[in-house]
């Protein structure tokens, strides 16, 4: 959700002071108090306000890194996509749902992810090749 507010918006500071409000209260009464849901609710609220922020059009970080790149906004929304969408999909399928039905300790989720990042960066990405002036 907070993914999609953030992406709709352009802001992640928003989206924390929309969505913190609405949900940790509710969480903490829901889970009677559980300290692990809690905590993983405000984790989720503040990684997808991050990620949507990061790949919205309309942020304002998203704008001036374009202009500042000098590119096209546009182009630069769909490159820093894909990398969004990729580590968030990562986080989700190797952290998220396998440590919270507990397959798992959250340093093997650590580690996986970060295995499995550093393959995608070596095996997916397009490589930067500087360009030097003669």
Do not use: K
């Amino acid at each position: 959700i907070s993914l999609f507010m953030a992406l709709a918006t352009g802001t992640s500071w928003g989206t924390m002071s929309i969505l913190f409000p609405l949900l940790l209260v509710p969480t903490y009464e829901a889970s009677n108090g559980d300290e692990i849901i809690f905590y993983s609710v405000v984790a989720g609220v503040l990684s997808g306000s991050v990620a949507g922020d990061h790949m919205s059009p309309i942020s304002d970080t998203t704008v001036l890194s374009s202009l500042s790149c000098e590119c096209n906004l546009l182009a630069h929304v769909g490159t820093q996509a894909p990398y969004v969408m990729a580590v968030t999909v990562i986080s989700i399928l190797l952290g998220t749902i396998p440590i919270g039905y507990g397959a798992w300790p959250n340093i093997v989720g650590i580690l996986l992810g970060a295995f499995i990042t550093i393959m995608f960066v070596y095996t997916v990405c397009v490589p930067y090749n500087r360009i030097t002036s003669t």
